[in-house]
């Protein structure tokens, strides 16, 4: 029996160092992570417990120190729920596509801009929700600015012949706000994507007898698909469990989730607090499954798990 080239045996040696050293890199970010994820866990966590006990019965002031169900079962049994959470779902999802689709392709069209397009990009970030919502009350109400300018210029009667987009039952008003609001966001993520893309991909694909759509679709799209991932999910999980917009933008009725909460929660009726609590983490719960879901899906793992199953 041979023994091993010393060569290949430094080399092994060199090898197994260098996993070591990235072991050890490893484990001290995680304890460098350690301090802030704590944190988080005892802030949420603690607040998660705490709001599952008092929903099944455990803890609260109406609560007799038994185990019931009997919260989730009057949420879950009510048909608001469920016009509630079809509504949640319908502004989340139809404001995301919305977004993500706009805000590719303006990102497409500012990739070879200055600094001044993610300058731009920039400026409704820092504006507060409260302050939109007030300026698309101020615009877009029956008696707002832009219903003024079409009565002065004869092109309406009376305000009530311009269309209701605050508090409508399609809730244009909301999904309004929530794109102008989102759009410059990801646009801002997705530029910084595109600008760290090496034009020699592109470059090639055209050498190779590409056109331009095709360049996007099989060059372009799949190396923007992080940034479309992260930046579509921040801002379906924010629409999804947001309040104040739906609240004062949003149709009368069904409510969205949030604000089937929040009336639950501030019910003078105090037994409907187990039942606003357990909303609540319905909705979290929603949530995260939906997340996961994306998540797993944009993996691609569905379609190899459907190609090795085709297989013979």
């Not at 709001?51 to 609260?60: D, E, N, P, T, Y």
């Not at 600008?195 to 060059?219: D, K, M, S, T």
């Not at 089937?260 to 003078?268: C, S």
Request: glycine share 10%; proline share 5%; hydrophobic share 50%.
């Amino acid at each position: 029996m041979t023994s091993a080239h010393p060569k290949l045996v430094r080399q092994r040696g060199r090898f197994g160092r260098w996993r070591q050293q990235l072991s050890e890199i490893s484990w001290q970010a995680y304890l460098l992570l350690l301090p802030a994820v704590s944190l988080i866990a005892v802030l949420f966590g603690g607040g998660l417990i705490l709001a599952f006990l008092q929903s099944v019965g455990l803890l609260g002031l109406t609560s007799e120190g038994s185990l019931s169900l009997e919260a989730y079962r009057q949420a879950l049994g009510s048909g608001e729920f469920w016009q509630s959470l079809g509504l949640s779902l319908y502004i989340a999802l139809t404001t995301t596509v919305l977004s993500t689709v706009l805000s590719v392709g303006l990102a497409m069209l500012l990739q070879g801009t200055g600094r001044w397009a993610s300058f731009a990009c920039q400026l409704t970030l820092p504006i507060p929700h409260l302050v939109g919502i007030a300026g698309i009350l101020l615009l877009l109400s029956p008696s707002g600015l832009l219903s003024r300018l079409l009565f002065s210029l004869g092109w309406i009667s009376s305000d009530q012949d311009f269309p209701l987009l605050v508090n409508d039952g399609a809730n244009f008003g909301v999904m309004i706000h929530f794109l102008w609001k989102e759009i410059p966001f990801m646009t801002l993520i997705l530029l910084a994507v595109l600008r760290g893309i090496r034009p020699e991909y592109g470059i090639q694909a055209r050498a190779l007898g590409a056109n331009p759509w095709q360049c996007f679709w099989h060059v372009t799209l799949p190396l923007m698909r992080p940034g479309i991932i992260s930046a579509s999910l921040i801002v379906f999980g924010f629409i999804f469990g947001s309040f104040e917009v739906p609240f004062l933008l949003g149709s009368t009725y069904p409510k969205t989730l949030p604000v089937l909460v929040y009336q639950a929660f501030t019910d003078v009726d105090l037994n409907q607090r187990a039942v606003a609590i357990a909303l609540g983490l319905i909705l979290s719960a929603i949530s995260m499954s939906l997340i996961a879901c994306y998540l797993w899906l944009s993996s691609g793992k569905p379609y190899r798990w459907l190609v090795g199953r085709r297989q013979p």
